[in-house]
């Protein structure tokens, strides 16, 4: 079956490197997708792609079936929910992990 | 320029209703997406659009969902005789076209939909 795993929480504190992990199980993707969402507003898309890239503080480590944002020097406004999805090269349907939620302490 | 918009925000039915969410794409943007947010849940996708077409509506989870897409723009997911499980957020999204990872997806902010 197709899916997309992260962990449901992570915990960090203000100032540190914080990492959330994604593998997915989807045979014909090649491209990840990390997308931030607070509750009741639009997720947006952090970064993305087939090789490890960097937008501002999220970075994106990139492996086959894996990959890892990097947030650098967390802040309290960090906290959210963050999804993981991946996307074959053809059509458009991301298929999104269950979200990892980020606490981060002052 | 205006991102893309969903109404309603919220929407409170009784069970057995239908009902209707509406999602104005960004303009321009050919490709559109229906996902749904249940509880304790990630985005499922539903159904896309490319133009007025619906490629892939794997997604949907019964006949009671439909979804229709006219003049290449605004899209209505209609939910026939609701059910309390349909209770979710329904998120539209966009992108310029449906080249996968080439074409970055721009979500709205959603409709939260409850059936008591």
């Known amino acids: 079956k197709d899916q997309v795993f992260q962990p449901s929480t992570v915990a960090s504190s203000e100032g540190a490197v914080v990492e959330i992990f994604c593998n997915h199980s989807?045979?014909?993707?090649?491209?990840f997708f990390w997308y931030l969402h607070f509750p009741g507003c639009a997720p947006r898309l952090l970064v993305k792609?087939?090789?490890?890239?960097q937008q501002g503080r999220y970075n994106m480590t990139y492996e086959r079936f894996s990959s890892s944002l990097l947030i650098l020097q967390v802040r309290e406004a960090d906290a959210a929910v963050y999804y993981c999805?991946?996307?074959?090269?053809?059509?458009?349907?991301?298929?999104f992990g269950q979200g990892t939620e980020l606490s981060v302490k002052p | 320029g205006a991102g893309v918009s969903q109404s309603p925000s919220n929407k409170v039915t009784e069970k057995g209703k239908d009902v209707e969410l509406r999602c104005d794409p960004i303009?321009?943007?050919?490709?559109l997406y229906w996902y749904r947010q249940s509880l304790g849940q990630g985005l499922e996708f539903l159904i896309y659009?490319?133009?007025?077409?619906?490629?892939?509506k794997s997604g949907l989870p019964s006949d009671r969902f439909s979804a229709e897409r006219t003049g290449g723009s605004v899209s209505t997911l209609t939910i026939q005789r609701t059910q309390q499980e349909d209770s979710a957020v329904y998120l539209c999204?966009?992108?310029?076209?449906?080249?996968?990872?080439?074409?970055?997806?721009?979500f709205g902010p959603g409709t939260r939909l409850t059936v008591l």
């Open positions: 999204a966009s992108s310029l076209e449906d080249r996968g990872a080439a074409d970055t997806q721009y």
């Open positions: 989807v045979s014909n993707a090649y491209n």
């Open positions: 792609g087939s090789k490890p890239s």
């Open positions: 999805a991946v996307c074959g090269n053809q059509g458009g349907k991301l298929i």
């Open positions: 303009s321009g943007h050919t490709a």
């Open positions: 659009f490319q133009g007025n077409s619906a490629p892939d």
